[in-house]
């Protein structure tokens, strides 16, 4: 059973541009609601997250946006630069004892100078 | 500060061998996580220490793995007769507590000839 589907797979943005990535998710014991970046040879590393009393939370170029009824999540990358090309992944925790991370299948986002 | 560091980076064995993949956490940190990612995917789930005992082990695909932490830090995946399907990248995560952000190693790619 997939609990976590991510889209789109691959994603090509020009400079300047925005980035857009959904999440949706079925596990409703998810109680924490990360994106993760991951550059080639590095491990993940946490981006952005929310937790779901609030719908949106921004940091500098980066959103988030949480729709706790649809069980659905999206980051927005706005005035993506060349840097920004990495794998994106949602992850969203568990509210188990363990608080594991479930990870999407990853959005590979290049962005065009 | 020193992040989560992984040894060896790469390991090639052959079909049948036996191998080890080392995690030093951060130090203090008391939460370590191993999962495995496989390529284009992204990371699953294997085991959970809180301290030195394997809190959460539901993520290991069968008992042909193994992991370990006897002192609360450095934590050993121990995979034995290896298949083909073993190969991935085997990340390790440490978190300050459990429900805390979780830093990611760098990986330990694994290749089963």
């Known amino acids: 059973q997939q609990q976590v589907k991510q889209s789109p797979q691959s994603l090509i943005v020009q400079k300047g541009g925005i980035s857009i990535i959904n999440c949706a998710y079925e596990?409703?014991?998810?109680?924490?609601f990360p994106w993760y970046q991951q550059f080639p040879g590095k491990g993940p590393a946490l981006l952005i997250a929310?937790?779901?009393?609030?719908s949106e939370k921004k940091e500098g170029r980066f959103t988030i946006s949480f729709n706790k009824s649809a069980k659905q999540f999206s980051l927005h990358i706005m005035d993506s630069q060349p840097g920004d090309s990495a794998t994106y992944f949602c992850?969203?925790?568990?509210?188990?004892?363990?608080?594991?991370?479930?990870f999407g299948s990853g959005t590979q986002l290049t962005v065009l100078p | 500060g020193a992040g989560v560091s992984q040894t060896p980076s790469n390991k090639v064995t052959e079909k049948g061998k036996y191998v080890e993949l080392r995690c030093d956490p951060i130090?203090?940190?008391?939460?370590l996580y191993w999962y495995r990612q496989s390529l284009g995917q992204g990371p699953e789930f294997l085991i959970y220490?809180?301290?030195?005992?394997?809190?959460?082990d539901s993520g290991l695909p069968n008992d042909r793995f193994f992991a370990v932490r006897p002192e609360g830090s450095v934590s050993t995946l121990k995979i034995q007769r290896t298949e083909r399907g073993d190969s991935a990248v085997y990340l390790c995560?440490?978190?300050?507590?459990?429900?805390?952000?979780?830093?990611f190693g760098p990986g330990t790619r694994l290749t089963v000839t």
């Open positions: 596990n409703t014991a998810f109680d924490y």
């Open positions: 220490f809180q301290g030195t005992g394997a809190a959460d």
């Open positions: 130090s203090g940190h008391t939460a």
């Open positions: 929310i937790r779901p009393d609030v």
């Open positions: 995560a440490s978190s300050p507590g459990t429900g805390s952000e979780q830093y």
């Open positions: 992850a969203p925790r568990a509210s188990g004892s363990a608080r594991q991370l479930t």
